[in-house]
């Protein structure tokens, strides 16, 4: 864990000491910052002191991923250093939510920034802290936040529940969904598909997503949407142009996403992927959605608009479906 500030106090005198030797007198807040950041890298410290005197915010993110750096296993540095902003702290680096903290009280020490218990809940990726970061110090927004959903939170809503829930955790945008789960092994119908090699079927994989859909237009209808939605009448009626790309086992994590294409009621179409490490594993061109109002009877009388049921009789399918 970090020395923090208390121990940077009672070593003040010698750590002055040692830059004046050096012929580089250093100020009060550089000694605070040179301790905070003593077990980062030497890259990590020199951006922090740059970012101080310049206040240049592309020096962000080598500061955040620097001090990320420091707290993580070795095994995953490599990771980490890839640059992909979609990795998350918890799931693919390891970090668990006191080191999650610690992190962030280091980036705010450093930068002169405060974070809310409450903004820290939506900071679940790399990409997501640094564009916080960047957007508190800059003052300037790079558009929409996503919002994080818990599995506990997930399931609250979903009409889907344990064993048939795929979906363990959530981030959504006004029109963009991202999610996860990870394939344990335990799933009872691996047993059957199949015997000795258990491979997750992709019409479940079809279904994760139909789902991340389903919690997407429950929690952030689409503003073409004006009436809420009855949670215990939607259905999956339709999948366009699905693709298998890749084979699926235990241990496997999927990382969801979704997009809303079009949607008046009483349809929602989505598309939709599915990637494991990054790489392809599903593509849906399109997942169709039909939901009822929850107030108010939807039928071919009112406005022209087709009922849940007739286009229930009407569900189609393309490429595979489930």
């Known amino acids: 864990m970090s020395q923090g ?69 070795p095994e995953v540095v490599d990771k980490l250093r890839s640059g992909d902003d979609s990795i998350q702290f918890m799931e693919d680096l390891g970090m668990d939510s006191l080191t999650m903290i610690e992190a962030i009280m280091m980036v705010e020490e450093s ?24 957007e508190k110090l800059t003052g300037v927004s790079k558009g929409e936040t996503s919002e994080f959903y818990s599995i506990e939170k997930v399931a609250a809503v979903m009409p889907q529940q344990e064993p048939f829930l795929f979906l363990e955790q959530a981030n959504l945008s006004d029109r963009e969904a991202e999610g996860r789960y990870t394939i344990s092994g335990r799933e009872s119908f ?23 859909a389903v919690f997407s237009l429950l929690k952030k209808a689409p503003e073409e949407i004006e009436s809420e939605i009855d ?6 009626t339709g999948a366009d142009g699905v693709r298998c790309h890749r084979v699926c086992k235990p241990g496997d994590i999927l990382d969801l996403s979704v997009k809303l294409k079009r949607a008046r009621t009483p349809l929602a179409v989505y598309s939709g992927q599915i990637s494991v490490n990054g790489e392809k594993a599903v593509v849906a061109e399109e997942i169709t959605l039909a939901f009822k109002p929850k107030d108010h009877s939807v039928n071919g009388s009112e406005n022209g608009v087709a009922s849940v049921s007739e286009v229930n009789g009407k569900s189609h399918s393309s490429n595979g479906t489930h």
């Open 190 to 212: 691996l047993e059957g598909h199949f015997k000795g090699n258990p491979v997750f079927p992709a019409s479940i994989m079809l279904e994760a997503l139909g789902q991340l």
């Open 111 to 134: 930068l002169g920034v405060s974070i809310k218990n409450d903004e820290l809940m939506n900071l679940r990726s790399i990409g997501d802290l640094k564009s916080f970061i960047e």
């Open 231 to 236: 949670p215990t009448e939607i259905y999956f």
């Open 5 to 73: 500030p208390l121990l940077s106090l009672t070593m003040s005198d010698q750590t002055t000491t040692k830059a004046e030797i050096a012929g580089s007198p250093t100020s009060g807040s550089e000694v605070l910052l040179r301790e905070t950041l003593k077990r980062c890298s030497s890259a990590t410290l020199e951006a922090a002191l740059q970012y101080r005197a310049t206040k240049d915010s592309t020096l962000v993110p080598t500061i955040v991923l620097g001090i990320v750096e420091r707290f993580l296993d």
